[in-house]
Nanobody
Framework: VQLQASGGGLVQAGGSLRLSCSVS????????AGWYRQAPGKQRELVAN???????NYADSVKGRFTISRDNAKNTVYLDMSSLKPEDTAVYYC?????????WGQGTLVTVSS
């Protein structure tokens, strides 16, 4: 199973970005997908999850600003980020959970300037 994240970059505070994560080598629709992030000097933290049925879960710090979605036909999970803040600066990783196994993408860097 391979996960390829893309869409990161440099954006000013208040701006928006869309991250994408393309999954190959697995039946994407059978798994729960998610996004994590790791800021410099901090532990990796959950940003959002989306379950097979479409239910979602968000970290309190991103509620109302970020939206996770999935397109099972395209084997892709998205993270739409708006009203970005400098504290959102981090490497963002996508994940796919199938059974007891969690697969990780390589990460994409998001930098929010003030």
């Amino acid at each position: 199973v391979q996960l390829q994240a893309s869409g990161g970059g440099l954006v000013q505070a208040g701006g928006s970005l869309r991250l994408s994560c393309s999954v190959s080598g697995s039946t994407f629709s059978n798994g729960a997908a998610g996004w994590y992030r790791q800021a410099p000097g901090k532990q990796r933290e959950l940003v959002a999850n989306i379950w097979r049925g479409g239910g979602t879960n968000y970290a309190d710090s991103v509620k109302g600003r970020f939206t996770i979605s999935r397109d099972n036909a395209k084997n892709t999970v998205y993270l739409d980020m708006s009203s970005l803040k400098p504290e959102d600066t981090a490497v963002y990783y996508c994940t796919l959970v199938q059974g007891i196994t969690t697969y990780w993408g390589q990460g994409t860097l998001v930098t929010v300037s003030s």
